[in-house]
Structures are given as structure tokens and as C-alpha cells.
């Protein structure tokens, strides 16, 4: 059973327009929910990553929202260009588990068209 | 240096070989783990080594064996595998056992088991 849904599974977008991703999740012990880019042949990268006490964070043209009552978040990538085509992961963990356990998403694959 | 470094890239065995994967880090970190990936899937966690014992095993086939013989170093060892084991393999290593500290990927082994 699959932790976090995200949705849409693939995104079209022109470029300069805007991505939207989103994520939900049902445990409410998870506080730590990073998103990672991954392009073909190379593993995830941490793109950026949120705690539940902020309902916004901002890193250059990527946005994360996160809802807490809702138990949502999403990716939001602005003025997307074509080498933001990737694939996409929300992910969520609980840090209080030693471990470092990431339950991840689906995935969401981009594709930016010039 | 920022890196984990996966070797060999690219991997065709046999049924009946043997073989090694290899990973390395040189940042520190206490945490590293070993993933599986198929094709348009997320991530799945396979092993988690945390200060160079092994912490969690997620019912994986024995004919994978984890080795972690220093804090740099982490090998997955493979013996009699099946083509449905053809995958990407994936290490990553955190600074300690919690995920929220940040995983950094290698760009994994690309496996063809025939």
C-alpha cells in the first residue's frame, strides 16, 4: 500500500508555463517531505524539502505548499524550462524512525516544451 | 567532495554468476543504503546500513548480500539472480540515520540479469 499518492503520473508543459505536482499522504507521524528530480540514467537529486510547521517554501522558481489538515503538498515549478523535464518524487518520512525510511511517490514524469 | 560513487555503470550477468556492486562516499556520512529501481518507478529500499551495521533488511532475497566494510564503503553482493532483478540499483548515504538530514544518490548500476 502506497504511502504517499501523487498525481499526475506524466505533465506536459510549455515552457514558461507553470508545473504542478501534487502529493498526499495519509500518516500523520510523517514531518519531513523533500522532493527529488531525477533524470534518465542518474539517480534522485534533492530538490527541496519542507517541515509541516511552514505552509510555503520557496527556492528559486520551485515552490513547495503544504497543507497540513488536508495531509497535502505539492510542487509547484515556475517559468519551466526544458531541462526541468524529469522525473519528479515527493516523499515523506517521519524522523523520529532512525533510520532515515523514505516512502516515496509514484513519480511524475515532466516534459518541457521549447 | 560531495559525491557517492557507484561502480560499475552498467552490469550483464548470467543466471549462475556472481558478481558486486560497489559504492563509495567520502562526505562523513554515518547512513547508507541500498535501493532498487525499475523502469518509470520510484525508489525501493532495500537495505539500510547505519554506522556500518546493518540496520534494516526489507525482505530481501538472500541471493542479495549486503557488506559494509568500512564507513566509506558499502557493497551489494549478487548471486543466482533472476531477470525480474534487473533494475537500477541505487546507493545513498545521509550524514546520520534520519532521512530529514538529506540523501545524496549515486547515479546506480544499471543490472541486466540474462
New interface residues.
Partial sequence: QQQVKQSPQSLIVQKGGISIINCAYENTAFDYFPWYQQFPGKGPALLIAIRPDVSEKKEGRFTISFNKSAKQFSLHIMDSQPGDSATYFCAASNTADSWGKLQFGAGTQVVVTP | DTE?TQTPKHLVMGMTNKKSLKCEQHMGHR?M?WYKQKA????E?MF?Y?YEKL??NESVPSRFSPECPNSSLLNLHLHALQPEDSALY?C?S?P?????????????T?LTVV
Fill in positions: 557517492v547512513a543504503y518509470k518507478k520510484p525508489p529500499l539500510v547505519s540496520s534494516i541505487l545513498a545521509s546520520s540515520g534520519g532521512a530529514n538530514y538529506g540523501y545524496t544518490f549515486g547515479s546506480g544499471r
